[in-house]
Structures are given as structure tokens and as C-alpha cells.
Nanobody
């Protein structure tokens, strides 16, 4: 069993930055595909970024967000720069066994952390 705990969300003005963290326990993240997803009110959960032996980013955040991992700390990060009001959502960390950007491919999920970007 894998437990994922996100942190680092909050309220920020447009143009600002936040760094989200996802701390894992129960399994070594270095063997997992790690993803960040987000869900805005009234919308479906959507892919943001993933990391394994490669990286992937959603077009909407490419060039502004960066995913990274620290295997020694069993933690994955999402650095978010140049934030926009449309980035407002609950951000979720997820772990899976196979490379994918689909929500359904990930087996383990954190509880989410709220990111609110004011205009």
C-alpha cells in the first residue's frame, strides 16, 4: 500500500509561484511513475505532469510548471511559475506502475491540495 500526502498549496496572485510536494510512504517512488493531476470545480480531473525515466506535461502548463523527484526523500515536486487564475484547482499526486497520462492508469492518489490563483 502506498500513501501519498500533498502539501504546498495556497492562495497566490496571478504571476506568482508555488511549489507542491508529494511525500510517499509504503513504497519507494523510484520504481513508480509519478503524476500530478488537477480538478477545478465542475470539471473533470485532468493531467498536469508526469515523471519516470521521461517527462510529460500538459500543453496548458508547458513552460510554466516543472515536475521533479527526490528519490532519497521519496518525494515528488511540482514547481508552478507564472500562475494564472485558470490554474485554480485541487492538485493531486498519483503513483502508477506504467507510463501514462490518463487518470485511470494511476493506482494510488493523495488527498489533494488546493491552489487558488487570484487575478
Amino acid at each position: 500500500q502506498v500513501q501519498l500526502v500533498e502539501s504546498g498549496g495556497g492562495l497566490v496572485q496571478a504571476g506568482g509561484s508555488l511549489r507542491l510536494s508529494c511525500a510517499a510512504s509504503g513504497r519507494t517512488l523510484s520504481n513508480s511513475v509519478m503524476g500530478w493531476f488537477r480538478q477545478a470545480p465542475g470539471k473533470e480531473r485532468e493531467f498536469v505532469a508526469a515523471i519516470a525515466w521521461r517527462y510529460a506535461y500538459a500543453d496548458s502548463i508547458k513552460g510554466r510548471f516543472a515536475i521533479s523527484r527526490d528519490n532519497a526523500k521519496n518525494t515528488v515536486y511540482l514547481q508552478m511559475n507564472s500562475l494564472k487564475p485558470e490554474d485554480t484547482a485541487v492538485y493531486f499526486c498519483a503513483a502508477g506502475r506504467q507510463w501514462a497520462t490518463e487518470v485511470t492508469a494511476y493506482s494510488y492518489w493523495g488527498q489533494g491540495t488546493q491552489v487558488t490563483v487570484s487575478s
